[in-house]
């Protein structure tokens, strides 16, 4: 009995000893592991955008007149050359005031006095020329008896052709006054209301679209007088956009023409495809947000993917743009989070028989998640993302989970 009760403490002595041993051991460190890998491999620079309409068609009044209510309203499909976008009508007379009312009616009754003379004066003309024409007549039969000389004849036919010349400059001289009295009354004339509700009559100007498309701007959807060169609506095509960004200078030198890019968070489901087209060889300078003055480039952007991708994408609407940089189709590469300076190197935590590695690596180009690595690794190792204060080298670690894409 005594025995059994020596044993018993003696195996109880071990398990506390034991107990005390594990507990005093140090326990690995929980981490999350991320693996190394090849794959394709952006670097991108982002920027806001706005959605431009390639071209744009500016309907132009081309007269000075009246502009009845628009036909068309923002949003209108209209066909080339059939669609009536507008319709101008002659201008109505300005009002006159007290002094120039008067004025036109003083030389309303001077110009009737004018025609008046005028008239005065082809009866005279008429009275004259009868009188001649009957003196040629008695002339010629002296002259056929022999009564009279040749040249008597001859000055009495002359007589006549001028009195008929001088019987056409008063009755042409009567037409003019009549035509500048006509032109001085339609000085008084004054301007009336038009009927809303009446149809355009002939004299006016109806205006078709320039190019099919659909109606973006409306300057103004009411009746109102127009001058020659007013702008009147604006006409694009919505299936030709083009992307406008501007970014900073330092990183408008990273891209060349032709260079990929992505839309993103344009309101619609998916990324649309884009590629740079154009670069400004100048810069501008604006003041950002925070009161720094930068210089900026404006780059556009040709939108690659088809009209059906982009539903919904109108003229003028704000977009995410992603320009791509440069790019490997076959690139080593971890997530930055794994990255850390040491000793003025980059450097990172290898897994190596569940200890933790410390190992100096190469690193090339970086985007916001992912770094390329040119030397220290090899594929399919395994590193510590965000290794903290308690990582160091040789320390016991057990993955808390193992990150395969190293953007993660």
């Known amino acids: 009995m005594r025995m059994l009760r ?35 491999m952006e670097v991108t620079v982002a920027g806001e955008g706005v959605t431009k309409v390639r071209e744009k068609w500016a309907v132009i009044a081309p007269v000075t007149g009246n502009t009845l209510r628009s036909p068309v309203d923002v949003g209108d499909q209209v066909a080339k050359g059939s669609t009536v976008v507008a319709v101008i009508q002659p201008g109505e007379p300005a009002f006159l005031d007290a002094r120039a009312r008067r004025l036109a009616e003083v030389s309303v009754e001077e110009a009737a ?57 008063a009755l042409y001289e009567l037409e003019q006054r009549k035509a500048t009295k006509v032109r001085m009354e339609a000085q008084l004339s004054a301007p009336t209301m038009p009927d809303p509700d009446s149809e355009p009559g002939e004299c006016c100007l109806r205006i078709t679209a320039p190019q099919d ?75 950002s947000a925070l009161g720094i003055e930068e210089q900026r480039v404006r780059l556009l952007l040709d939108i690659l993917s088809p009209p059906e991708q982009r539903q919904g994408l109108g003229d003028q609407y704000r977009v995410f743009v992603r320009i791509v940089t440069w790019a490997g189709e076959d690139v080593l590469q971890i997530s930055q989070s794994a990255l850390f300076r040491h000793a003025e190197r980059w450097a990172v935590f ?41 990582i160091h080298s040789g320390v016991k670690i057990e993955p808390r989970a193992l990150s395969e894409d190293p953007g993660d």
């Open 6 to 40: 020596i044993i018993a403490g003696i195996s109880l002595a071990a398990i506390l000893l034991g107990t005390l041993v594990w507990a005093l051991l140090p326990k690995p460190v929980l981490v999350d592991l991320s693996e190394a890998r090849r794959g394709p």
């Open 113 to 169: 006095a004018a025609v008046r003379l005028a008239e005065a004066n082809l009866t005279r003309s008429d009275a004259e020329l009868a009188h001649i024409e009957v003196e040629l007549e008695r002339t010629q039969i002296l002259a056929k008896r022999g009564t009279v000389s040749v040249t008597m004849l001859e000055d009495a036919e002359q007589s006549a052709i001028t009195a008929r010349a001088e019987r056409d400059v």
């Open 213 to 287: 498309g659909i109606v973006l701007d409306v300057v103004d959807v009411n009746a109102r007088l127009v001058e020659a060169g007013t702008a009147l609506l604006t006409i694009g095509d919505l299936s030709d956009l083009e992307i406008e960004v501007d970014l900073l200078s330092t990183d408008a030198v990273e891209i060349e023409s032709g260079a990929g890019a992505y839309v993103e968070r344009w309101g619609g489901k998916g990324v649309i495809k884009a590629q740079v087209r154009r670069i400004d060889p100048s810069a501008f300078a604006r003041v």
């Open 350 to 390: 290898v897994e190596e028989d569940g200890r933790a590695a410390l190992r100096y690596v190469e690193v090339g180009h970086m985007t916001g998640d992912t770094a390329e690595v040119m030397e220290g690794l090899v594929p399919g190792e395994r590193v510590i993302a965000y290794p903290g204060a308690a």
